[in-house]
């Protein structure tokens, strides 16, 4: 069996990952230790990210004619590389999260919707928080001013029934001689 052969189901592999991702992201991550490496992988993972390492020549096969290939000049020494499917900035979050207590893991570079990105975009790609919470950022704030309107015309509501019982009960204990008295003036006056 030719070498090509045997590298090719691993070049399928990383083009069926980038096929679905929406991003992209490559570290060096070297000097993490098992430990260290088991629960980034678990902490992706339990995001919907992929996380694996393979040789870099793997990956500029699989890359050719993709948005990927753009991450080509940055396959150099070791490599791992994060792909998400579901949330662009998920990979670059929970990456960076990470290398606060792991510094030896390196940023490289990040493919996100086909742009690309260097070590301080991806910096700020991880600052963009998940599309579940932006979402519900936008909700809560379009929500906000309906709620509020609510509970003023609520308000408004229950102050106008109050006036408007106060206003009953006061006309239905004022004597009828006073309204009466009147309306005797009037007729003997005719």
Excluded at 38 to 43: A, G, H, N, P
Excluded at 156 to 174: C, N, R, W
Aim: hydrophobic share 40%.
């Amino acid at each position: 069996m030719a070498k090509v052969e045997l590298k090719q189901p691993i070049v399928d592999e990383i083009k069926g990952y980038a096929a679905d991702a929406k991003a992209a992201v490559l570290v060096d991550y070297r000097g993490l230790t098992v430990e260290q490496d088991t629960k980034l992988r678990r902490k992706l993972r339990e995001a919907g990210v992929v996380y694996k390492v393979y040789k870099n020549t793997m990956l500029v096969r699989a890359f050719e004619g993709t948005d990927f290939e753009q991450l080509d000049k940055d396959l150099e020494g070791p490599t791992a590389i994060a792909f998400s499917a579901e949330d662009e900035t998920a990979p670059a979050r929970i990456l960076s999260e990470f290398a606060k207590e792991a510094e030896d893991l390196q940023f490289k570079s990040a493919v996100v919707g086909g742009t690309y990105y260097d070590e301080a975009g991806i910096q700020t790609l991880a600052k963009i928080p998940s599309r579940d919470v932006l979402v519900s950022k936008l909700l809560g704030s379009l929500q906000s001013p309906v709620t509020n309107l609510a509970r003023v015309l609520n308000q408004i509501a229950e102050k106008g029934g109050e006036t408007a019982a106060d206003g009953a009960a006061e006309a239905a204990a004022e004597p009828v001689t006073e309204a009466a008295e009147p309306a005797a003036e009037e007729q003997a006056a005719e």
